[in-house]
């Protein structure tokens, strides 16, 4: 009943509600959602011509400040403050920017969208706060689009649905199935391996050794030294007659 009086309000009041729905960006993008960023489509074509003059923000709440959420709030103020988010601000206000940030229609080819949670050096500074600061948990957060002309609020879309972030696993859940086997595995890849290492040396050390002792026992083969060789004749001895007396 609350949100439908607070409806009524805003429409009583001139504000304009949208017929849109934020959404997350295209899963072919890649890096849809982190530990502490998503990625939203760029409301293109959603707001009028004749706003030309607004500036467009983007709310960022946890889900049990969307039913009593104030738009007369402003940016900036403590309640507002990325910093307080969101124990002391359950809700706050951030890339603001104007219409002809978001043409119509939207140029082929050109990606559209917004990374929410990508500044980091803001984050901690309370003079900035409406930083884009990283997302302090994995949420569920839910998100609306908020034009406000001179600080006054003249149209808005209809909040997301419920945006979870991805969480860490802890090193202690992550199951163990198979690690035997696993580490089996290694133990046996590294003995191969030792092993390889060890044939690979012996059979170094043999060509090393082989070819030294071939250098060594080697003989030097060089041309013989002429032999001159005498021939001798050899002469005939003939009996001779015996003296006579």
């Keep these: 009943m609350l949100p439908l009086l607070l409806l009524l309000l805003e429409m009583a009041r001139g504000l304009e509600v949208l017929r849109y729905t934020p959404t997350l960006a295209s899963p072919s993008l890649g890096g849809l959602k982190t530990t502490s960023t ?4 760029q409301p293109r074509c959603v707001f009028k011509e004749a706003q ?3 500036v467009i923000w983007l709310v960022v709440a946890v889900p049990e400040a969307v039913a009593d959420f104030n738009n007369s709030v402003g940016p900036g103020t403590p309640t507002r403050a990325f910093q307080g988010f969101p124990a002391g601000a359950p809700a706050y206000m951030t890339l603001n920017t104007t219409l002809l940030n978001y043409p119509c229609p939207k140029p082929a080819g050109e990606i559209t969208v917004l990374r929410v949670g990508s500044e980091t050096s803001c984050a901690g500074d309370e003079r900035r706060p409406t ?4 997302l302090p948990g994995p949420g569920p957060y839910r998100v609306k689009f908020l034009a406000l002309k001179d600080s006054v609020p003249v149209a ?6 419920p945006i979870a972030l991805r969480t860490a696993q802890p090193l202690s859940s992550i199951p163990t199935t198979g690690s035997s086997h696993s580490a089996g595995m290694i133990a046996l890849t590294s003995i191969l391996s030792i092993l390889f290492a060890i044939l690979l040396a012996g059979l170094v050390a043999v060509l090393v050794f082989w070819g030294s002792d071939a250098c060594g026992g080697s003989s030097t083969f060089s041309k013989p030294e002429a032999v001159t060789v005498q021939r001798y004749n050899t002469h005939h001895v003939y009996d001779q007659p015996a003296a006579r007396l």
């Design 38 to 41: 998503f990625v939203l489509e």
């Design 131 to 134: 930083c884009n600061g990283p």
């Design 52 to 54: 030309g003059n607004v």
């Design 156 to 161: 808005e879309t209809a909040w997301s649905e």
